[in-house]
């Protein structure tokens, strides 16, 4: 059958876009998807012309009734069987949608084909028989919408005219259909009654079903909120190959969201390597110019010459996936044989490809029986949460932030054994080189801070040489630990005196004195622990690579007490040895000091006691979510 696949995006012939909409159609087998999907290609006038008075005829050859199933059937292994074993994506118009309608098989040894469409889908018709009601793959296909984030769902109870159009029936298998969608977290857009065969509740509502006022399936379809288009999200370029011509090296791949043009300036990940797109080429048009937006494969080149593979991801500066060598997601095993905690597996994220292995397994699901229970193994047709740690680090986003960098395939020998959604990543866990192979915590961070009742975070106390950084860090390391957390020192000078001990003052050696605080605290920090770092860092390039370290746990506490009461201290004598000559390249006498810019809290010590002080930063990390409890206990004595 030639009904053409909806693009991206479609046009009115007024030059206007109109909403698209991914609707995934799922269901207990016969319980009538392919009627209704052929009946709503009838009723919006979607059918080319001849195309039903065709299958008509080709039904009576075969001596064959009619059924508006035969729309669908694209197969013939399909007619010979009479049931649909395909994912079959079809276009219509509603009046003012664009729908995309995934028609997606119902038995069980198909589910990959069904996971395969929803995972396209905004929404979801859920289809049941009138007469059969509620079935328990009925209520798997309701659960594996909601664990694919499908939260649109409009329920269509079909074959009305088998049970006379029984308002009750229809009020029985609402109220049970409604419960078990709810009770998953997704509240259906309308619950419909109507007869696929003969029109009943499909585009009209007519007199056998009067005692009916909501929408019919046509409306409730125009009703659904399109996702948000992918030229709105963040840039994501999955490289798919490099090549070269003339002098020229090609970076190609396909716009899966966002858009760039020449002259953006661009971050290849997991690398974090910088560069501009010199030009956007293509064929047989080249260079293109202006924006190139999501779906479109292209070509760039770059304005210096930088190491890129397949599978690295281009995005924006400022605006880039995570790098990560762990990710959290929940997936759908499709293997005959199930898969197990410490199993070796490859892991397909866009066109990165990395061998694996599962770190942990949580929440294994049947679907069918819906009971979730820890297990060391998910079984086929089952779902659950894995953690896994990766042998190469990759580029990847959380599927609710871009869902076409947030999905994943599994491979066991060769073959497609599962898939699913990115839930969490693990970041800045940067690129190593092959040979070092990092060993993971047995404990996932989410463990740590339910018992330390806080996450894991980097406090960053900057200041001059005596503004009270290391007086203010003890006490903040003495509140938290009273408090059952887990707080760590980081002292500059301590730090200095053992791993540090072979780096001077030199612009170079600061740089790389900071670089290693960083690197041990963002370590303790993903693990749990809150790193208190109390280090001068006098320049603010070296604090914003600590922060590029550490991402989004670092926290700068700028200790800004005046430089005249800093040095009417003077607690390690330092400010006179550095009056006298004795001690060079000393921070706190000349304008060498960079005050922070964009710092998360400033403390000026010389009117702030110690516990008022400890208190600001208690609230800060409560209100910046890194402590779970204090924001109240805290607000509850200001």
């Known amino acids: ?75 013939q292994t399909e007619r010979d069987q009479g049931i649909t074993i395909d994912t079959t994506q079809i276009s219509f118009r509603t009046g003012s949608r664009d729908i995309v309608l995934i028609d997606a098989p119902g038995h069980a040894e198909f589910l990959r084909n069904m996971i395969t469409g929803a995972s396209q889908a905004d929404a979801a018709v859920l289809i049941i028989d009138a007469l059969e009601g509620v079935r328990d793959q009925t209520r798997r296909h309701g659960y594996l919408l909601h664990l694919l984030g499908v939260k649109q769902v409009a329920v269509v109870v079909n074959k009305m005219d088998r049970v006379d159009f029984s308002a009750a029936r229809f009020a029985a298998i609402s109220d049970e259909i409604s419960a078990h969608l709810i009770g998953l977290g997704v509240t259906p857009s309308a619950v419909i009654p109507i007869s696929a065969r003969d029109g009943d509740g499909v585009a009209e509502r007519t007199a056998r079903i009067a005692w009916y006022d909501g929408p019919t399936v046509v409306e409730a379809l125009d009703a659904l909120i399109p996702a948000r288009p992918l030229d709105q999200l963040a840039l994501r370029l999955p ?116 061998r694996a292995t599962v770190v942990a397994i949580e929440k294994a699901v049947d679907p069918g029986e819906l009971e979730s229970v820890a297990a060391k193994a998910i079984a086929r047709n089952h779902v659950g949460e894995i953690d896994i740690a990766l042998a190469q680090p990759v580029a990847a986003d959380p599927y609710t932030e871009n869902p076409r960098t947030g999905r994943l395939v599994i491979e066991v020998n060769g073959r497609i054994a599962g898939g699913g959604l990115v839930l969490s990543v693990d970041a800045g866990q940067r690129a190593i080189p092959d040979d070092i192979v990092p060993v993971e915590s047995a404990l996932r961070p989410d463990e740590r801070s339910a018992r330390y009742r806080h996450r894991g975070a980097v406090l960053w106390l900057t200041g001059l040489p005596g503004s009270g950084k290391s007086t203010l860090a003890l006490a903040l390391e003495r509140r938290l630990f009273s408090r059952g957390g887990s707080p ?18 030199s612009p170079q050696h600061r740089a790389e004195n900071i670089r290693r605080l960083a690197e041990i605290a963002s370590h303790l920090a993903r693990n749990g622990h809150i790193a208190i770092v109390a280090a001068v860092s006098p320049a603010a390039e ?44 000393f921070t706190g006498i000349g304008n060498d000091y960079q005050p922070p810019i964009d710092n998360e809290l400033t403390i000026d010590t010389s009117s702030r006691t110690v516990s008022e002080a400890t208190e600001d930063i208690e609230l800060m990390l409560a209100r910046t979510g890194v402590l779970f409890d204090e924001l109240v206990d805290l607000a509850a004595n200001i």
């Open 1 to 75: 059958m030639n009904i053409a696949i909806a693009p991206s995006s479609l046009a009115t012939p007024n030059g206007t876009t109109r909403p698209l909409v991914r609707i995934v159609i799922v269901g207990h087998v016969d319980h009538g998807k392919s009627t209704l999907v052929g009946r709503l290609l009838h009723e919006t006038g979607s059918l080319p012309d001849g195309k039903l008075e065709m299958l008509k005829e080709v039904s009576a050859r075969r001596g064959m009734p009619f059924e508006w199933s035969f729309l669908l059937d694209a197969l």
């Open 239 to 354: 490289v798919q190959a490099i090549y070269k011509f003339d002098d020229r090296r090609i970076v190609a791949g396909r716009i899966e969201s966002g858009a760039l043009q020449s002259g953006d300036e661009i971050v290849i990940m997991p690398a974090g390597k910088i560069a501009t797109i010199k030009s956007v080429e293509s064929w047989p048009v080249t260079p293109l110019n202006g924006p190139q937006g999501a779906g479109r494969s292209v070509g760039i080149t770059l304005d210096r010459e930088l190491f890129i593979e397949r599978g690295d991801v281009i995005a924006r500066v400022g605006a880039a996936p995570r790098d990560t060598r762990r990710l959290r997601a929940r997936i759908f095993w499709l293997h005959d044989q199930p898969l197990s905690t410490g199993q070796s597996i490859l892991l397909r994220l866009g066109t990165r490809e990395t």
């Open 488 to 505: 760590i020192l980081l002292d500059g000078d301590t730090m200095r005196a053992g791993l540090n001990a072979d780096l001077g003052f």
């Open 542 to 585: 070296d604090r914003a690579a600590a922060r590029r370290i550490a991402e989004d746990m670092f926290r700068e506490i700028y200790i800004a007490t005046p430089a005249e009461v800093c040095e009417s201290r003077d607690p390690k004598g330092h400010y006179a040895k550095a009056r006298a000559g004795a001690l060079k390249g």
